[in-house]
């Protein structure tokens, strides 16, 4: 999905000033904001990997974490590629319409996201019994 804003935003030029996309400053602000979002849930599915290949009883937890912080990002960027692709997002004929319908489907399969953060709530704020 990345690789799709990043494609997009190197070749679209903008017409008022003859630039890619990808020399606009907020582009590129909002760009590493969600690449680091990224690389972060990269980080902590990795984890959430390794405590399932040591059968650690922390494997559930983490696995709805991962869920709930991959699912953001996902969302994130593709909510980001649609602003960059503007109208033509919405195209059928441009792959952002595409992703930008699967990040949202990523939420709503199992473990729905509502369900991983009600767990993942009274996990923090209840004690455990």
């Known amino acids: 999905m990345e690789e799709a804003l990043v494609s997009h935003a190197r070749s679209r030029v903008i017409p ?8 606009m400053h907020w582009l590129q602000f909002e760009a590493a904001d969600v690449h680091a979002r990224l690389e972060a849930a990269r980080v902590y599915s990795r984890n959430m990997a390794w405590l399932a290949d040591r059968n650690s009883p922390e494997f559930l937890p983490a696995t709805m974490t991962a869920k709930v912080l991959a699912n953001d990002i996902a ?22 319409q595409r992703l930008f319908r699967d990040a949202q489907a990523g939420g709503l399969m199992a473990y729905s996201a509502e369900v991983c953060r009600d767990r993942i709530g009274k996990t923090v704020l209840l004690p455990q019994e």
Do not use: H, M
Request: aromatic fraction near 4%; glycine fraction near 16%.
């Open 16 to 23: 008022a000033t003859g630039q890619p996309l990808a020399e």
């Open 75 to 96: 969302r994130e960027v593709a909510q980001l590629a649609l602003k960059a692709g503007g109208g033509s997002g919405f195209l059928r004929t441009s792959p952002i």
